[in-house]
């Protein structure tokens, strides 16, 4: 069976062929002890991406590398820049590039 051409396209399908990319990020501000990384792994759960979250020793800093569909990656990344209640994010570095296809489930580690 064939499609219909005057059908207009699936968006799932453009999304499930874009190539998965990699975000590497350090959030700095009040995002230690305060549940950001369990916040942001329910958000990389949701949005089923794969990678880790850490703090780093400094107290003031997390880092972490997520895996997924480009428009995950944008949704998660506009929600690092928010944060959850009781942090206060003043800053974020990303950078961008391929998926490694390596990481599994998104998961806390420690440094």
């Keep these: 069976m064939s499609a219909d051409p005057?059908?207009?396209?699936?968006?799932t399908?453009?999304?499930a062929r874009a190539p998965a990319q990699?975000?590497?990020?350090?959030?700095?501000?009040?995002v230690q002890g305060v549940?950001?990384?369990?916040?942001?792994?329910?958000i990389?759960?949701?949005?089923?991406?794969?990678g880790w979250i850490q703090n780093n020793p400094d107290e003031r800093t997390v880092e972490l590398?997520?895996?997924?569909r480009p428009e995950a990656l944008d949704e998660l990344e506009r929600l690092l820049r928010i944060g959850p209640s009781g942090?206060?994010?003043?800053?974020v570095e990303v950078s961008r590039g391929p998926a490694s296809g390596t990481l599994g489930r998104f998961q806390i580690t420690r440094p």
Excluded: H, I, K, Y
């Design 87 to 91: 942090a206060r994010v003043e800053q």
């Design 6 to 11: 005057s059908d207009p396209p699936n968006s």
């Design 44 to 50: 990389a759960d949701q949005l089923a991406l794969t």
């Design 65 to 68: 590398v997520a895996e997924g």
């Design 22 to 30: 990699r975000l590497a990020a350090s959030v700095a501000g009040r």
């Design 13 to 15: 399908e453009g999304a």
């Design 35 to 42: 549940g950001f990384r369990w916040w942001v792994r329910g």
